[in-house]
């Protein structure tokens, strides 16, 4: 007997094959070939179906494997009312022109208006200086107090500092942010243009890889539109942060671990047996011999993470939840193929290269992100090993001076960031973040009547505020999305409701180790992408399984109960999404610093604890 759980995670596909509601490039249709009734029904079954049974589906091993990608339903062409040559070469480019559309719309709100509002806002007085610095001379510098006013005014009057800085984050997301500044100059919309670049394409981004993990370009562009209206995705786009650089490389490594497990199984299929019948068979020895290879999309994903650990320390954890979870796909791919005790099978052939994939590429990839520290003899900590108190340190003879003097730099680091608990006006626990229970404002100002575009007859002063949060309606939705997942994963062996949700823990859990700690709801972006994934599959179930042909009895749908019930899904489906972005656009306002009457301000702070 095995175990429903584990089979979900890596890989066992639920009954009835991977289409998910109108899991199409275009419209709803069943995949052909993905699923099979398994045999004549029993009486009790024909019974049965006029209130509603669905027989089991029985997926085919190709398809199990290889699972096919949804095809366009005939009524696409009719309802188009375009010529069948058109239709088709719509279709044709869907895959790549729908997510490329999607990310046209994210870029144009996301650069629009980018240099406003021309200030320094929240943490940028920290990355964007440091950013600065790194593209000028290698290492961050010690900035005085108070520069920001004469960056904002004169940033060419403005000399890099050379005494070094102490910084308490990795270089890439600051350098990052600096390529941004080296291109357009030291202003805001120089160190905000690489986080909308990054935002931009990790929209484009979930749309492909929504469409590989769901085999559908409608709920790979659904989700990618989702992300595009979140307005904690959209907030953090425009500004100069790190937590939106660290979710670009984290939902990267995501996708090539993704790419890399459909490659594993297209081999694991192209080696396995076919019967006389053209149907592909298991088969044990090739199944638990067979080397998968080259894999260059884990090597990828192995820079990705690096990168993302290079940004911020959180990811970290990604990387370790990353590495168990395509090492479980793996095992679930050995099974499908027939592999009786795939775990052993893994073990021997899987596990080191995996390992080697990951960990020393991503190890590597930090080190070499420290590449202009190490080069210079003035940051911060640079020469601790040489002439501080680790000059006569008991390591000297195995490793560098610059060594350990980073090991030292990382040490220190590590105890400020655990031992961060002075309170902050903004700061919330992660319990709360996936409700939006305390959001952060990064900029706010109270213009007079008559002044930075507040009406000269308004009653009181106006607002214009920076509010770094979710779109309510989204992030309230994901709440069912991922109890939806959760239960897909553990009751229905989806293997695509566990990756996302192992994306999500990844995430967010490791946040509750450190409860007394100094947080606040925008480390969240990282998940984002991944509560999007959520609603999105959740919305392909309400959405239903499009109605196929006669069963093997010759039965159909003649009361049409089930174009009614899809009918009635499309309908509420399509009204949610209408509504959340509605709620992007009313609260569009708050997301790009734009000055509004004190009483609209007001009707937009749903929560209390909103203000």
């Given at each position: 007997?095995?175990?429903?759980?584990?089979?979900?995670?890596?890989?066992?596909?639920?009954?009835?094959?991977?289409?998910?509601?109108?899991?199409?490039?275009?419209?709803?249709?069943?995949?052909?070939?993905?699923?099979a009734e398994a045999g004549p029904p029993s009486p009790w079954e024909r019974r049965l179906r006029r209130f509603g049974h669905v027989p089991r589906r029985v997926t085919g091993l190709r398809e199990r494997l290889v699972p096919p990608y949804a095809t366009p339903s005939p009524l696409l062409r009719t309802g188009l009312g375009l010529p069948p040559g058109v239709v088709d070469r719509l279709v044709r480019l869907a895959p790549w022109g729908g997510p490329l559309l999607v990310a046209l719309v994210a870029g144009v709100?996301?650069?629009?208006?980018?240099?406003?509002?021309?200030?320094?806002?929240?943490?940028?007085?920290?990355?964007?200086?440091?950013?600065?610095?790194?593209?000028?001379?290698?290492?961050?510098?010690?900035w005085p107090k108070d520069i920001d006013k004469t960056i904002l005014e004169n940033p060419d009057a403005v000399a890099v500092p050379v005494d070094p800085g102490y910084v308490v984050h990795p270089p890439v997301g600051k350098w990052v942010i600096g390529l941004g500044e080296w291109i357009f100059g030291f202003n805001p919309f120089g160190w905000r243009f690489m986080v909308a670049v990054l935002g931009t394409l990790s929209v484009l981004m979930l749309c492909r890889i929504g469409r590989r993990l769901f085999r559908?370009?409608?709920?790979?562009?659904?989700?990618?539109?989702?992300?595009?209206?979140?307005?904690?995705?959209?907030?953090?786009?425009?500004?100069?942060?790190?937590?939106?650089?660290?979710?670009?490389?984290?939902?990267?490594?995501?996708?090539?671990?993704?790419?890399?497990?459909?490659?594993?199984?297209?081999?694991?299929?192209?080696?396995?047996?076919?019967?006389?019948?053209?149907?592909?068979?298991?088969?044990?020895?090739?199944?638990?011999?067979?080397?998968?290879?080259?894999?260059?999309?884990?090597?990828?994903?192995?820079?990705?993470?690096?990168?993302?650990?290079?940004?911020?320390?959180?990811?970290?954890?990604?990387?370790?939840?990353?590495?168990?979870?395509?090492?479980?796909?793996?095992?679930?791919?050995?099974?499908?193929?027939?592999?009786?005790?795939?775990?052993?099978?893994?073990?021997?052939?899987?596990?080191?290269?995996?390992?080697?994939?990951?960990?020393?590429?991503?190890?590597?990839?930090?080190?070499?992100?420290?590449?202009?520290?190490?080069?210079?003899?003035?940051?911060?900590?640079?020469?601790?090993?040489?002439?501080?108190?680790?000059?006569?340190?008991?390591?000297?003879?195995?490793?560098?001076?610059?060594?350990?003097?980073?090991?030292?730099?990382?040490?220190?680091?590590?105890?400020?960031?655990?031992?961060?608990?002075?309170?902050?006006?903004?700061?919330?626990?992660?319990?709360?973040?996936?409700?939006?229970?305390?959001?952060?404002?990064?900029?706010?100002?109270?213009?007079?009547?008559?002044?930075?575009?507040?009406?000269?007859?308004?009653?009181?002063?106006?607002?214009?505020?920076?509010?770094?949060?979710?779109?309510?309606?989204?992030?309230?939705?994901?709440?069912?999305?991922?109890?939806?997942?959760?239960?897909?994963?553990?009751?229905?062996?989806?293997?695509?409701?566990?990756?996302?949700?192992?994306?999500?823990?990844?995430?967010?859990?490791?946040?509750?180790?450190?409860?007394?700690?100094?947080?606040?709801?925008?480390?969240?972006?990282?998940?984002?992408?991944?509560?999007?994934?959520?609603?999105?599959?959740?919305?392909?179930?309400?959405?239903?399984?499009?109605?196929?042909?006669?069963?093997?009895?010759?039965?159909?749908?003649?009361?049409?109960?089930?174009?009614?019930?899809?009918?009635?899904?499309?309908?509420?489906?399509?009204?949610?999404?209408?509504?959340?972005?509605?709620?992007?656009?009313?609260?569009?306002?708050?997301?790009?610093?734009?000055?509004?009457?004190?009483?609209?301000?007001?009707?937009?702070?749903?929560?209390?604890?909103?203000?």
């Amino acid at each position: 007997m095995t175990s429903t759980a584990p089979k979900a995670l890596h890989g066992q596909d639920e009954p009835g094959g991977p289409a998910l509601g109108s899991g199409v490039d275009g419209a709803a249709t069943a995949v052909p070939g993905a699923a099979a009734e398994a045999g004549p029904p029993s009486p009790w079954e024909r019974r049965l179906r006029r209130f509603g049974h669905v027989p089991r589906r029985v997926t085919g091993l190709r398809e199990r494997l290889v699972p096919p990608y949804a095809t366009p339903s005939p009524l696409l062409r009719t309802g188009l009312g375009l010529p069948p040559g058109v239709v088709d070469r719509l279709v044709r480019l869907a895959p790549w022109g729908g997510p490329l559309l999607v990310a046209l719309v994210a870029g144009v709100l996301r650069f629009w208006n980018l240099g406003s509002p021309h200030a320094v806002i929240f943490d940028e007085t920290y990355y964007a200086k440091d950013a600065w610095a790194l593209v000028n001379q290698g290492y961050e510098g010690a900035w005085p107090k108070d520069i920001d006013k004469t960056i904002l005014e004169n940033p060419d009057a403005v000399a890099v500092p050379v005494d070094p800085g102490y910084v308490v984050h990795p270089p890439v997301g600051k350098w990052v942010i600096g390529l941004g500044e080296w291109i357009f100059g030291f202003n805001p919309f120089g160190w905000r243009f690489m986080v909308a670049v990054l935002g931009t394409l990790s929209v484009l981004m979930l749309c492909r890889i929504g469409r590989r993990l769901f085999r559908s370009t409608f709920l790979g562009c659904l989700a990618g539109g989702l992300l595009a209206v979140d307005g904690l995705h959209f907030v953090m786009s425009r500004s100069a942060l790190l937590d939106q650089v660290l979710m670009f490389f984290v939902l990267a490594a995501f996708g090539c671990l993704l790419v890399d497990r459909d490659r594993a199984r297209a081999r694991l299929a192209a080696a396995l047996p076919v019967d006389a019948d053209g149907v592909l068979r298991p088969d044990e020895r090739v199944a638990r011999t067979l080397g998968l290879g080259w894999r260059p999309w884990r090597l990828a994903a192995g820079v990705m993470l690096g990168l993302a650990a290079a940004t911020k320390w959180n990811g970290l954890y990604i990387m370790a939840a990353f590495g168990l979870l395509t090492v479980a796909w793996d095992v679930g791919a050995r099974r499908v193929a027939g592999a009786h005790r795939p775990y052993r099978a893994v073990l021997r052939r899987d596990v080191l290269p995996a390992f080697v994939s990951v960990v020393p590429v991503a190890l590597a990839t930090y080190v070499a992100s420290w590449t202009g520290w190490i080069l210079s003899d003035k940051g911060y900590f640079r020469n601790w090993a040489s002439t501080g108190a680790g000059r006569d340190s008991s390591w000297s003879w195995l490793f560098p001076d610059w060594w350990r003097s980073l090991w030292h730099y990382e040490s220190e680091v590590y105890t400020f960031h655990v031992n961060l608990t002075s309170g902050h006006t903004y700061e919330s626990n992660p319990w709360s973040w996936i409700v939006l229970g305390r959001p952060v404002s990064y900029f706010y100002e109270s213009p007079a009547q008559g002044v930075d575009g507040c009406p000269a007859d308004a009653a009181e002063k106006c607002a214009r505020e920076v509010l770094a949060i979710g779109t309510p309606l989204l992030w309230w939705t994901a709440c069912f999305a991922l109890l939806y997942v959760l239960w897909r994963w553990l009751f229905r062996r989806d293997w695509r409701a566990g990756a996302i949700a192992c994306a999500v823990a990844a995430g967010w859990a490791p946040w509750f180790l450190y409860q007394e700690r100094t947080i606040f709801l925008f480390y969240a972006v990282v998940f984002v992408p991944f509560l999007c994934l959520a609603v999105a599959m959740m919305i392909g179930a309400m959405l239903g399984r499009p109605a196929g042909p006669p069963d093997v009895d010759g039965l159909v749908d003649a009361d049409g109960s089930a174009e009614m019930r899809r009918t009635v899904g499309a309908i509420a489906a399509g009204v949610l999404v209408l509504l959340i972005i509605w709620n992007f656009l009313y609260f569009l306002p708050l997301y790009t610093g734009e000055t509004i009457p004190m009483e609209e301000w007001r009707a937009r702070m749903w929560l209390d604890t909103w203000v």
